[in-house]
């Protein structure tokens, strides 16, 4: 496979292996197009004047803004360097050796259980653009995973888990299983199920601040859980994982919530004319509840020669192998207008018949 590489975003890697141009544009990483919150890099720039000092061992401060901003206990929330670290510990902080994983789905659910020395029962999806509800049912009644890993909006495919769906799941996870929520592109799509935990004693949500907030080279996210299912994660997590300029930026999104639906409507506003513009090329890209879009090639395209020739070209996609999808599909960030525009045109050059 040309695209080997398991995240987006992994320009340095990828140019070990071709020849990128310095002006490239990734649409690999579903970072927001417009840039980080203003008001988070402020925060970290001032924070950056004491850099000589060791922040908070358990980043108590952004716990509190972040319970706070969600009406939630203290107790109920562990922040992290990222969702990442949190996916990574939670199977052996809560001896989660069997887990059910809905797929095509986030690698890091499978890897952090693998490293956890346990397994991972995939249910795969009959089409790819529908949550398969029964199937997930029965997976559960039949093998009684310790957990179930579903995303909303759902990475790769970009659709937001429907309420009956939650429901559904929830209620065949019953009172052994825990239900783990990752909610990391939630902003674009609202519905979060943060204020649920309080009530669900076995639902775990993930939530990033690297994505809709554009903290990607920071690092922040959090968990929200029942205070005994907090605990236990936040006992395992090492000291000083949040850096201080990354919690002093995460501190300023959660100050600002003005700022998601301003922006989530910038984003809405980019995506449907930017989905029209690849359908009209050839490809089928998925409905989508997030910043991205899940593509089909046209018959004849292969993303194992699209990959390469459009990284040469200035433009970085996500080759959708590692998902399991093989090499025709490809997944797009939605970018800036222009950004957009001169993609489709660079697209259309490595099309036939376009």
């Known amino acids: ?50 850099m000589e000092r060791y922040p908070d061992p358990a980043a108590e401060s952004l716990r509190a803004a972040i319970a706070a901003a969600h009406g939630l206990p203290e107790a109920c929330i562990v922040p992290g360097n ?32 693998a490293r956890a020395g346990g397994a991972v ?10 949550f398969p509800t029964g199937a997930v049912v029965a997976a559960i009644a039949r093998h009684r995973p310790q957990a179930v ?3 909303s909006p759902n990475n790769p495919t970009g659709e937001r888990l429907a309420d009956a769906d939650f429901q559904a799941v929830h209620a065949a996870c019953g009172e052994s299983t825990l239900l783990v929520l990752d909610e990391a592109f939630v902003e674009y799509s609202g519905g979060s199920r ?9 639902l775990v949500v993930l939530r990033s601040l690297t994505k809709f907030f554009g903290l990607a080279g920071l690092r922040v996210g959090y968990l929200a859980a029942a205070p005994p299912v907090a605990g236990r994660v936040a006992a395992l997590r090492p000291p000083w994982t949040v850096n201080g300029p990354a919690a002093a930026a995460g501190m300023a999104c959660l100050a600002d919530p003005d700022y998601v639906d301003a922006q989530r409507q910038r984003v809405v506003a980019l995506r449907q004319p ?15 509840d997030a910043n991205f879009l899940l593509c089909r090639l046209p018959e004849g395209v292969s993303a194992d020669h699209l990959f390469p020739a459009l990284a040469r070209d200035g433009f970085v996609v996500r080759h959708c192998g590692s998902f399991g999808l093989g090499d025709r599909y490809i997944r797009l960030r939605v970018h800036r207008p222009e950004v957009n525009a001169a993609f489709i045109k660079t697209l259309a050059r490595h099309l036939p018949c376009s």
């Open 194 to 202: 943060m204020d649920e935990v309080t009530k669900l004693p076995n």
């Open 82 to 113: 990222g969702a990442a670290e949190l996916i990574d510990l939670l199977p052996r902080a809560l001896g989660v050796t069997r887990a059910l994983v809905v797929t095509p789905a986030f690698g890091e659910y499978r890897d952090a259980v």
């Open 274 to 288: 930017f989905a029209d513009a690849l359908s009209a090329l050839g490809l089928a890209p998925l409905p989508s």
């Open 121 to 130: 029962i995939p249910v795969a999806r009959e089409r790819i653009d529908s």
């Open 1 to 50: 496979m040309t695209g080997p590489h398991r995240h987006g975003g992994d320009l340095a890697g990828l140019a070990r292996t071709l020849e990128l141009p310095a002006d490239c544009h990734d649409f690999s990483v579903n970072t927001h197009p417009f840039g980080p919150h203003p008001g988070a890099a402020a925060a970290a720039r001032k924070a950056l004047d004491h």
């Open 149 to 151: 890993f579903v995303c």
